[in-house]
């Protein structure tokens, strides 16, 4: 019960932090957006400067900011960022979290794409690994249980909550100034980081002694063995259970109605997402659709927590462990999950750096939390993805490339993760490669965005808020 009680003050004072972040966002936006006009035409000339980059046609997008596209030809920028990209394509489809941690300064330092189109064909390939890897569990079972590797019912309660704060983040992107971007980036990154390491040490504690215990019994067992001659003649062997199947059909391992429902919400919310962007930006219209995901996302997250609450639902692959689910525990689950598309929105990132470190703290199995993490992670990036594609946001040509080449390194990913947990028989391989995507992740982003805050200090640009009532 003191587990529970000190990961339920941890989780709930992440959440504060973060909700008192957004507070102030909000609260500087209406005090700041005055000197916006000022400081942007005393900086557009800086801003002009092409530099030596050949850059393919950049249209402005809809509030004027100039996307910066590299030529498509073949060089060493495409083949070490295809290197690259494949490296964080697979530890991302493995550890659940999708790799954007990597993409996005791969994109932008290497390839030489601007951030904000940085953030859109980060999306891309995390849908890429995404849907790849959901495709390639579809077949899979429990490692230790007789269900389906996703947990539909932990997805169920996610994935509603997900989607919605993705699509606050990507409404955020536009108004939130790049230093605090940076410093929510460092903080939340290294605090997920740390905890998945600290989950990653324990299950390798657990997985040691359970081999000790193996290889004990495997030893006595082979000291203890019967004779031919003391078993009689009218004696008949036991039956043996059928081995459990690590893979079946996948029409028998999909939960049908789970997914309809989260193909329902996934639907939905994309359709109000299409007939937002042709709307004029904080309009009567443009604000209903808006907030008309709200009850579409809430509905579906709300039956899935009152169900649990009321125990006419279980999370199946917590095994026997029957878990006695409080108000204030899915209240702040659900939180937990628009956090983490609120980030993924914001950031270019996929949601699944919280998800995946969240599902182990609730004691899901590796190899579970990371299927249904991604699982989960395919609607909300397809999502936005869409979004980014209305707003021009990326160059179809290299989302394509750079999508085939996430798909192609998460399937080599996946297989050949799941040969070495056989060999080893060690799970936490998993969350050791989520710890170690999210620590590069923290490294790589918070270093980018550190030189960029310095450099504007330096020059004395404007580095306040935006309104999102001028992207027009």
């Not at 996005?104 to 330092?109: E, F, K, Q």
């Not at 199946?316 to 929105?345: E, F, N, P």
């Not at 995946?356 to 990036?381: C, D, K, R």
């Not at 070495?420 to 270093?447: D, K, Q």
Request: charged content about 15%; overall charge positive.
């Amino acid at each position: 019960m003191s587990g529970v009680g000190s990961e339920w003050c941890q989780w709930r004072l992440l959440a504060a932090s973060f909700i008192g972040l957004l507070v102030v966002a909000s609260l500087s936006v209406s005090v700041q957006s005055s000197l916006k006009h000022e400081a942007t035409t005393e900086s557009k000339n800086d801003q002009a400067d092409p530099n030596n980059v050949i850059k393919i046609s950049s249209p402005k997008s809809r509030s004027g900011y100039k996307h910066v596209w590299p030529d498509i030809k073949f060089g060493w920028k495409i083949v070490v960022g295809a290197i690259i990209g494949f490296f964080g394509a697979a530890c991302g489809s493995v550890g659940g979290d999708g790799g954007g941690g990597i993409f996005l300064p791969m994109l932008n330092l290497i390839v030489g794409f601007d951030a904000k189109s940085s953030i859109a064909l980060s999306r891309c390939m995390i849908t890429g690994v995404a849907a790849s890897t959901f495709v390639y569990n579809l077949r899979l079972r429990h490692p230790t249980l007789d269900i389906p590797i996703i947990d539909y019912d932990l997805a169920l309660l996610f994935q509603p909550m997900l989607v919605l704060g993705i699509s606050i983040g990507i409404a955020f992107n536009v108004i939130f100034a790049d230093w605090m971007i940076t410093i929510l980036l460092i903080v939340l990154l290294i605090v997920m980081s740390t905890k998945a390491f600290l989950k990653g040490v324990e299950s390798w504690k657990k997985e040691t002694i359970t081999k000790r215990e193996a290889a004990r019994c495997l030893q006595l067992n082979e000291e203890f063995k019967f004779e031919p001659e003391s078993l009689s003649n009218d004696t008949t062997p036991e039956k043996t259970e059928e081995p459990r199947k690590s893979e079946v059909s996948i029409m028998q391992n999909i939960y049908w109605k789970e997914l309809g429902l989260l193909v329902a919400v996934w639907a939905v919310v994309l359709a109000l997402q299409i007939a937002k962007n042709y709307e004029v930006t904080c309009s009567v219209v443009y604000w209903v659709l808006n907030f008309l995901q709200i009850p579409v996302a809430g509905a579906v997250s709300a039956y899935e927590a009152i169900a649990l609450y009321k125990g006419r639902r279980k999370i199946a692959s917590k095994g026997d462990a029957r878990t006695k689910w409080r108000a204030h525990q899915l209240v702040l689950y659900c939180a937990c999950g628009i956090m983490a598309g609120v980030v993924g929105g914001l950031l270019g990132l996929g949601g699944g750096f919280i998800l995946s470190p969240l599902f182990l703290e609730l004691g899901i199995h590796p190899q579970v939390s990371s299927a249904t993490a991604i699982f989960v992670m395919t609607f909300a990036s397809s999502i936005s993805i869409v979004e980014y594609y209305l707003l021009k946001g990326f160059p179809l040509p290299y989302a394509i490339y750079f999508f085939a080449v996430a798909t192609i390194a998460a399937i080599v990913g996946q297989y050949v993760v799941r040969k070495l947990i056989n060999i080893f028989a060690r799970a936490s391989i998993i969350i050791f490669t989520l710890s170690f995507t999210i620590f590069v992740s923290a490294l790589t982003l918070g270093g980018v965005g550190l030189a960029k805050m310095i450099k504007r200090i330096e020059h004395k640009e404007y580095m306040g808020f935006d309104s999102i009532c001028s992207y027009t």
